[in-house]
């Protein structure tokens, strides 16, 4: 880190620190009086061995640890409960995550030989829109954007990465259709019903086609999910190199959305 980098993070410590005497609040993952997330709950969340799985038995999925502990508590306040300031921890966990996932799409393009030099798509899947209303904001667009910037300030000696990072682009590529519900609490084939109600937009359908694609979701269960992402997004051209999920979950019913 540069001295003027390390003088900036210093400031923002101390600004927080000073902010959690005015302001006495509780760490988001411990629950201590602290900030809204403490040194040690934050070095947990932003540290991750990336797992590697098919899903659907067809897509190279990438995740960024289980879906447990500190890391599930974040992530329900970030997403259910309006807390947008978590999308640091969150995001820079992601990071570790899609780091992999732009080198699976580097080598799948070497592979594919077909050596055009368009930018890799990191495809959000899509929340419903009235869900979106109420939150304020897209939460994978945000811990995205989030886990980019780091990959591109982290990998800066990596040549090869740092290309593949400058180059790639989040594109908001699918939207959900009417009928859409949450994945809650639905059954087998309702989960794969509801899942499909998803499909680009025809105005990004040109943008998308022969291009390579990661897609980008919260947490992957059974799979319904992505596989009817990734299904729409092959059906107008695209080619999706991989998925990078924050979380691997068992199926409990009480988790995918
Ligand atoms: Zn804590």
Redesign the pocket.
């Known amino acids: 880190m540069t001295e003027p980098a390390r003088f900036l993070v210093f400031m923002r410590e101390l600004a927080l620190d000073l902010l959690a005497v005015v302001w006495p609040t509780q760490?988001a993952?411990?629950g201590?009086a602290?900030r809204d997330?403490?040194g040690?709950?934050a070095r947990e969340v932003r540290t991750c061995t990336v797992g590697r799985s098919e899903v659907g038995g067809r897509w190279l999925t990438l995740s960024c640890g289980e879906y447990s502990g500190v890391v599930r508590d974040l992530l329900v306040r970030f997403k259910h409960g309006g807390e947008f300031g978590l999308h640091r921890a969150l995001g820079d966990r992601l990071a570790g995550g899609l780091a992999e996932a732009l080198a699976v799409s580097a080598a799948a393009a070497q592979h594919s030989g077909s050596g055009a030099p368009t930018a890799p798509l990191i495809v959000p899947v899509p929340s419903r829109r009235a869900r979106v209303r109420s939150r304020g904001y897209a939460h994978m667009t945000v811990l995205a954007q989030r886990a980019l910037r780091r990959v591109k300030r982290a990998n800066w000696a990596d040549n090869d990465l740092a290309r593949e990072a400058s180059r790639a682009l989040i594109y908001r590529g699918l939207v959900t259709t009417r009928g859409r519900t949450g994945q809650v609490g639905l059954r087998s084939q309702d989960r794969i019903r509801n899942a499909r109600r998803v499909r680009v937009p025809a105005r990004c359908e040109r943008i998308l086609r022969g291009r390579q694609v990661i897609l980008i979701d919260d947490i992957v269960t059974t799979g319904a999910t992505i596989s009817a992402a990734a299904e729409a997004l092959i059906g107008v051209g695209a080619q999706v190199t991989c998925v990078l999920a924050m979380c691997r979950a068992e199926r409990t019913d009480s988790v995918e959305n």
Do not use: A, H, V
Request: proline share 11%; net charge neutral.
């Open positions: 760490c993952g411990c201590r602290d997330l403490c040690p709950c």
